[in-house]
């Protein structure tokens, strides 16, 4: 298997809720390139977080194989190598923004000792100044707009370095208007430092603004529908958002999510 | 309507600052409460004392109420100490054995709903006439507030910050240290404040029996000498000592939780 893909192989996994078993996601065979962009699209409950969290290695498959640049999501998370953003930026309430962007230095110190790390952590400040924090690197948390807790957990991701980057709606709980902001940031950065970021949500115009791929996934049980790849030009500048090639994109995308649905049981 | 469209207009009224209002309200209370007691300290003199017969009381023989708060004081603090200690230890053990949780709640709980009176003479038999049955008393009293507390705040963490650390395989101790500990901390404070009253309850009136000295021994001295004012200066010494001590804890707190 080369090691300088993610790839996924007849994936899936059953839950166990009240003794009932509930079938979250069936059959996913996928493979993503290093540096890749990759968006996971789809309606609620079409196991978007589930297929993430077995990535992360948060949960155990019930059956299939990962292998994330080579290694198993156990081996890669315990070399520091996944950086997870979740829904909720999940910051430190007691700990400043700066303490809480350099959290990765703080935890798991054996990781950084390992002969075979392969993270290449980033400077905090520059990582904050990427990102407008730098004014509040000394804040909290708790004196931070939703919008710049948002950015600090990105951040905080990027400050780890790891080869890849997971994040589960990490705009969801933000204004439209933040959420726009925010999008560009993130698209800054990531151009920058163009780590394997596989991100999720449910909005078309998030998928494809900042993909290279989007993965069109559809529920009951959760599966890949089809992925549609994203060949718009980088940087994503305004020029190209607003360009009706970006249009025509959204339209597939919106498109295949609906054929998703007219195939769905 | 035209009528519904015009605002009725407000004439700007003086009013008292609102922090003057905060310190004058209770003030006022305090102050009606003054004169009541003075009004039945005066017509019915076997109820209350006078607030004047309480400073000359306490005036005349300050150190017989330091030595006797002293006692209790001790008795209190090595009781909240040892109870909320081991409460702690237990709420930390909890979190990961559910066991033991499943084991110590309704013990705790049992413990909580035995009156500390009906306990007290049985320690006084089991250890004699020394501090060993108040420190007792006093630590079953801070054992409890403490208990829930501690364990109310240990067992709920951020699910998505769990995450995070999980996802960059974070030690149980990490986590425990850095994301578990310092979320407690809060209820770990409101337990203290509620444990080291109640310890200090427990202290004086475990004192009640089976010593002369303590806060305890001087309420009931008092009472067999029908003594109004050494009683009532005795209760306004321990309340005043408890509130000093949760405003010691609420120091301690600020220092702590600066979120
Ligand atoms: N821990 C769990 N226990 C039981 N069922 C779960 C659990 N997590 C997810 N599910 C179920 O799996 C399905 C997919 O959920 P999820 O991956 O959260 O979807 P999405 O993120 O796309 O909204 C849903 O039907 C959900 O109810
Ligand atoms: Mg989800």
């Known amino acids: 298997m080369p090691s300088d893909r993610i790839e996924i192989r007849d994936l899936s996994k059953t839950f166990d809720r009240d003794g009932q078993s509930v079938l979250a996601l069936t059959g996913v065979n996928t493979s993503f390139a290093r540096g890749e962009f990759v968006t996971l699209f789809g309606p609620s409950g079409c196991g978007k977080s589930t297929l993430l969290r077995l990535l992360a290695g948060l949960e155990r498959q019930s059956t299939g194989e990962i292998r994330l640049f080579g290694q198993t999501p156990a081996e890669a998370s315990r070399l520091k190598n996944i950086a997870w953003v979740p829904q909720s930026p999940g910051l430190l309430p007691w700990a400043s923004l700066r303490a809480n962007v350099r959290l990765s230095e703080r935890l798991n110190r054996r990781a950084d000792r390992a002969p075979d790390r392969r993270r290449t952590p980033e400077d905090a400040d520059e990582v904050l100044r990427d990102l407008g924090l730098e004014d509040f690197a000394e804040a909290r948390p708790a004196q931070l707009s939703g919008g710049m807790r948002q950015r600090a957990a990105i951040a905080r991701a990027f400050v780890q370095g790891a080869e890849l980057m997971l994040m589960d709606e990490p705009f969801s709980a933000l204004d439209e208007l933040t959420r726009d902001a925010v999008r560009l940031r993130l698209l800054q950065v990531w151009e920058k430092h163009r780590k394997t970021v596989i991100f999720v949500t449910h909005s078309a115009a998030e998928a494809v603004m900042l993909s290279d791929r989007v993965v069109v996934m559809t529920p009951r049980p959760g599966r890949v529908f089809r992925e549609v790849p994203i060949d718009l030009p980088r940087p994503r500048t305004p020029d190209v958002l607003d360009s009706p090639a970006f249009d025509a994109k959204l339209r597939e995308v919106k498109h295949v999510l609906r054929a998703g649905w007219e195939d769905a049981p | ?259």
């Open chain 2, 1 to 259: 309507m035209k009528r519904s469209m015009k605002r009725p207009v407000r004439r700007p009224v003086k009013r008292l600052p609102p922090a003057l209002l905060h310190w004058l309200a209770p003030a006022l209370l305090f102050f009606l409460i003054y004169l009541g007691w003075q009004w039945i300290a005066l017509n019915f003199k076997s109820i209350l004392p006078p607030f004047g017969a309480l400073g000359a009381e306490f005036l005349s023989r300050p150190g017989f109420y330091f030595d006797n708060l002293l006692a209790t004081l001790q008795a209190a603090l090595t009781g909240f100490a040892l109870g909320s200690g081991l409460a702690l230890v237990l709420a930390v053990l909890a979190v990961y054995f559910t066991v033991l949780r499943a084991a110590i709640v309704p013990v705790a709980l049992l413990l909580n709903v035995t009156p500390i009176v009906a306990i007290s003479p049985a320690l006084i038999v089991a250890f004699g006439f020394n501090a060993v049955p108040h420190i007792i008393v006093a630590a079953i009293a801070a054992f409890f507030p403490m208990l829930i507390n501690a364990m109310s705040g240990l067992r709920k963490v951020d699910r998505e910050t769990l995450d995070v650390f999980n996802a960059m395989s974070a030690s149980p101790m990490e986590i425990f240290l850095r994301l578990r500990l310092p979320g407690a901390l809060p209820e770990i404070f409101a337990g203290a404040k509620l444990a080291i009253t109640a310890a200090m309850v427990g202290a004086i009136v475990s004192e009640f029996m089976g010593t002369s000295r303590g806060i305890g021994a001087t309420i009931v001295m008092a009472t067999t000498f029908l003594n109004l004012a050494q009683m009532w200066v005795a209760i306004f010494v321990s309340a005043l000592t408890s509130l000093a001590l949760i405003g010691l804890v609420v120091l301690v707190e600020r220092a702590v939780i600066r979120w």
